[in-house]
């Protein structure tokens, strides 16, 4: 059974940086798809990165284009989330989520296109 376990939210300033990690167990993810979304309250969910596990392709919402990064981590089976230069209204709970990819090129850019989800993480980004 695939669990995703998310860890590294917490307070943070404006223009700070800060590091999420979302621990993978239960499947050999070398086929899967690894994604972060996010949703603030009275929002809902949204894309944010994702991650082809083979390959390491990655691709990102235009909001966290150039600031946010998701390595991974194959001996650890870790995927992250790298957030520089933080805005308040990056405030949201974050998630991990993962899918096995398909064939083609497109990313899964919907929350309902991914099939496994961690609990989430809080990151509140004081102004």
């Known amino acids: 059974q695939v669990q995703l376990v998310e860890s590294g939210g917490g307070l943070v300033q404006a223009g700070d940086s800060l590091r999420l990690s979302c621990a993978a167990s239960?499947?050999?993810?070398?086929?899967?798809?690894m994604g972060w979304f996010r949703q603030a309250p009275g929002k809902e969910r949204e894309f944010v990165a994702a991650?082809?596990?083979?390959?390491?392709?990655?691709h990102y919402a235009d909001s966290v284009k150039g600031r946010f990064t998701i390595p991974r981590d194959n001996a650890g089976n870790t995927v992250d989330l790298r957030m520089n230069s933080l805005k308040p209204e990056d405030t949201a709970v974050y998630y991990c989520a993962a899918r096995r990819s398909s064939l083609g090129s497109r990313w899964y850019t919907g929350a309902d296109e991914y099939d496994y989800w961690g609990q989430g993480t809080q990151v509140t980004v004081s102004s």
């Open positions: 239960g499947r050999t993810f070398s086929s899967y798809v």
């Open positions: 991650i082809r596990w083979s390959g390491g392709w990655t």
